[in-house]
C-alpha cells in the first residue's frame, strides 16, 4: 500500500509538471449531440421519490416543491468540448440542433478555442430531464433523453467545410451512437475517411448499448476494422460489448463484481478487436493496448453532481494523448479531470491550473488500486 502510494505521488508529481509547462496547440473535432438539460436533484434515495411521486399523482397532481433544479449544456460531445477547451484545446463542433439551440451554444461557449462553425440550425433542439437521487446511499441518475435532431445525424450531414476541419483534426470523436439512428454509418464514415486521408487519431465513445442491444454486433464489426484508435467505454459498456465475443459475459453481467468483470471485458475486447480500449470507472481507470496493462486509481471526492462524469474523462483522456503523456499519467489526468467535475457546485470543468491545484491535494487521498477494484463499486457514465 506504502509502495502504491509512492508511486502514485511520483505520477502526480511528473503530471503537474507537465501541466504546468508549454504544450503545443491540439485540435479535436467531435460530433454530434448537444442537448440542453434540466437536472433535478432529490435530496433522498430513488424509492422515497417514487413513492412521493406516486402519492401526489394518486391525489390527482399537485407539486413536490424544494428540490433543486438547474439548467445546463449537455451532450456527450458538447460535455467534452467544454472539459477540453478549459484544458485549452482548441475544439470543432458539429451537429445539427434548432436556431435556439444554437444562441445556446453561443451562450455556453463564448470562447476562441470553440469553433460552432459546423453546427446546423435546420433542426429540433433535444431535450434531457436528468434525476438524480441515492441507491444505497450513493448518488445516482436517470436521464430521460428527447433526441431530436441527434437521433438522424448523418454522414450526409456534414458539409465539405466540415470535412476539411474533421480531417485537419488532431483527434476526431464521435460519441453517442446511442441516441442516433444514423450513428453506426456515421462513425464507420467518418472513421474510415480520417484514417484515409485524415491527420489525427479516432475516438468512439457509444454511450450505453443495452437500448440498442440488438445492434451492439454493428459496433463490434466497426471496431474490427482498422479504423478506431481508442474506444471509450465505463465497465457497463464493456461488458455489454465483450458479450458480443464472448456469450458468458451477458451472464455474468448480471452477477458478479462489475468492477473485476470490467477489466476482463476490456482485455478481451482488446485481445479480439486489436483496438485499444480504454476503461474508465468512479473508482479506477484502465487502458489495455498492445498487450499493456495500465491501471490508475481515482480520488475519493465529495459527489455534487453524477451526470456528465464521463464526459469529463473522456476529455481528459483525449487531452492526455494528443499531449504525449505516459499512460498512466494520461489516466491519472482523465480521473481527475472527472472527479474535479463532480465535486463542483456549479459544473465547473477544470483547467490545467485546477488540476494541478486539485492533485496536490488529492494525492493523499486515493485508495489503492486493488482496493477500488475489489470494492464493487459502480461507474458513473
Same mark, same amino acid.
Given at each position: 500500500?506504502?509502495?502504491?502510494?509512492?508511486?502514485?505521488?511520483?505520477?502526480?508529481?511528473?503530471?503537474?509538471?507537465?501541466?504546468?509547462?508549454?504544450?503545443?496547440?491540439?485540435?479535436?473535432?467531435?460530433?454530434?449531440?448537444?442537448?440542453?438539460?434540466?437536472?433535478?436533484?432529490?435530496?433522498?434515495?430513488?424509492?422515497?421519490?417514487?413513492?412521493?411521486?406516486?402519492?401526489?399523482?394518486?391525489?390527482?397532481?399537485?407539486?413536490?416543491?424544494?428540490?433543486?433544479?438547474?439548467?445546463?449544456?449537455?451532450?456527450?460531445?458538447?460535455?467534452?468540448?467544454?472539459?477540453?477547451?478549459?484544458?485549452?484545446?482548441?475544439?470543432?463542433?458539429?451537429?445539427?440542433?434548432?436556431?435556439?439551440?444554437?444562441? =445556446?451554444?453561443?451562450?455556453?461557449?463564448?470562447?476562441?478555442?470553440?469553433?460552432?462553425?459546423?453546427?446546423?440550425?435546420?433542426?429540433?433542439?433535444?431535450?434531457?430531464?436528468?434525476?438524480?437521487?441515492?441507491v444505497g446511499g450513493r448518488k445516482s441518475n436517470v436521464m430521460l433523453n428527447y433526441p431530436?435532431?441527434?437521433?438522424?445525424?448523418?454522414?450526409?450531414? =456534414?458539409?465539405?467545410?466540415?470535412?476539411?476541419?474533421?480531417?485537419?483534426?488532431?483527434?476526431?470523436?464521435? $460519441?453517442?451512437?446511442?441516441?442516433?439512428?444514423?450513428?453506426?454509418?456515421?462513425?464507420?464514415?467518418?472513421?474510415?475517411?480520417?484514417?484515409?486521408?485524415?491527420?489525427?487519431?479516432?475516438? $468512439?465513445?457509444?454511450?450505453?448499448?443495452?437500448?440498442?442491444?440488438?445492434?451492439?454486433?454493428?459496433?463490434?464489426?466497426?471496431?474490427?476494422?482498422?479504423?478506431?484508435?481508442?474506444?471509450?467505454?465505463?465497465?457497463?459498456?464493456?461488458?455489454?460489448?465483450?458479450?458480443?465475443?464472448?456469450?458468458?459475459?451477458?451472464?455474468?453481467?448480471?452477477?458478479?463484481?462489475?468492477?473485476?468483470?470490467?477489466?476482463?471485458?476490456?482485455?478481451?475486447?482488446?485481445?479480439?478487436?486489436?483496438?485499444?480500449?480504454? =476503461?474508465?470507472?468512479?473508482?479506477?481507470?484502465?487502458?489495455?493496448?498492445?498487450?499493456?496493462?495500465?491501471?490508475?486509481?481515482?480520488?475519493?471526492?465529495?459527489?455534487?453532481?453524477?451526470?456528465?462524469?464521463?464526459?469529463?474523462?473522456?476529455?481528459?483522456?483525449?487531452?492526455?494523448?494528443?499531449?504525449?503523456?505516459?499512460?498512466?499519467?494520461?489516466?491519472?489526468?482523465?480521473?481527475?479531470?472527472?472527479?474535479?467535475?463532480?465535486?463542483?457546485?456549479?459544473?465547473?470543468?477544470?483547467?490545467?491550473?485546477?488540476?494541478?491545484?486539485?492533485?496536490?491535494?488529492?494525492?493523499?487521498?486515493?485508495?489503492?488500486?486493488?482496493?477500488?477494484?475489489?470494492?464493487?463499486?459502480?461507474?458513473?457514465?
Amino acid at each position: 500500500m506504502a509502495e502504491e502510494e509512492e508511486l502514485l505521488s511520483k505520477h502526480i508529481e511528473s503530471l503537474c509538471k507537465r501541466l504546468t509547462s508549454t504544450i503545443s496547440p491540439v485540435k479535436v473535432a467531435i460530433m454530434p449531440d448537444f442537448f440542453f438539460d434540466h437536472i433535478v436533484d432529490y435530496d433522498g434515495s430513488f424509492k422515497s421519490l417514487q413513492e412521493r411521486i406516486e402519492e401526489v399523482a394518486n391525489q390527482g397532481g399537485g407539486n413536490i416543491p424544494f428540490t433543486t433544479q438547474r439548467v445546463m449544456r449537455g451532450g456527450n460531445s458538447v460535455n467534452c468540448i467544454s472539459a477540453l477547451s478549459a484544458l485549452g484545446a482548441n475544439v470543432f463542433f458539429t451537429g445539427r440542433t434548432s436556431a435556439l439551440g444554437v444562441h =445556446l451554444l453561443k451562450y455556453f461557449f463564448p470562447y476562441e478555442n470553440v469553433d460552432l462553425s459546423g453546427v446546423k440550425t435546420d433542426g429540433e433542439l433535444a431535450l434531457t430531464v436528468a434525476l438524480e437521487a441515492k441507491v444505497g446511499g450513493r448518488k445516482s441518475n436517470v436521464m430521460l433523453n428527447y433526441p431530436a435532431s441527434v437521433s438522424d445525424f448523418g454522414p450526409d450531414s =456534414l458539409t465539405s467545410e466540415d470535412w476539411k476541419k474533421i480531417l485537419s483534426a488532431d483527434m476526431v470523436c464521435c $460519441f453517442n451512437w446511442l441516441q442516433n439512428k444514423k450513428g453506426t454509418k456515421l462513425a464507420e464514415t467518418v472513421f474510415r475517411k480520417v484514417k484515409a486521408e485524415g491527420a489525427g487519431k479516432t475516438y $468512439f465513445d457509444t454511450c450505453d448499448p443495452s437500448s440498442r442491444r440488438n445492434e451492439v454486433d454493428d459496433v463490434v464489426n466497426i471496431l474490427k476494422k482498422p479504423f478506431v484508435d481508442i474506444f471509450g467505454v465505463n465497465e457497463n459498456e464493456a461488458c455489454w460489448y465483450a458479450g458480443s465475443l464472448d456469450k458468458t459475459f451477458s451472464r455474468r453481467r448480471k452477477t458478479e463484481n462489475l468492477n473485476k468483470l470490467a477489466l476482463e471485458a476490456a482485455m478481451l475486447l482488446h485481445e479480439k478487436l486489436k483496438v485499444r480500449i480504454d =476503461l474508465h470507472t468512479i473508482d479506477y481507470s484502465a487502458s489495455f493496448s498492445q498487450e499493456n496493462r495500465f491501471v490508475a486509481a481515482g480520488f475519493d471526492v465529495k459527489l455534487n453532481r453524477v451526470t456528465g462524469a464521463g464526459d469529463a474523462w473522456n476529455a481528459g483522456n483525449i487531452f492526455g494523448e494528443l499531449a504525449s503523456l505516459p499512460p498512466t499519467e494520461r489516466l491519472i489526468l482523465a480521473n481527475a479531470a472527472a472527479a474535479f467535475y463532480l465535486q463542483s457546485e456549479e459544473g465547473k470543468h477544470a483547467t490545467r491550473e485546477d488540476l494541478v491545484n486539485f492533485l496536490q491535494v488529492a494525492k493523499g487521498k486515493a485508495i489503492s488500486v486493488s482496493d477500488k477494484i475489489e470494492s464493487g463499486q459502480t461507474a458513473l457514465g
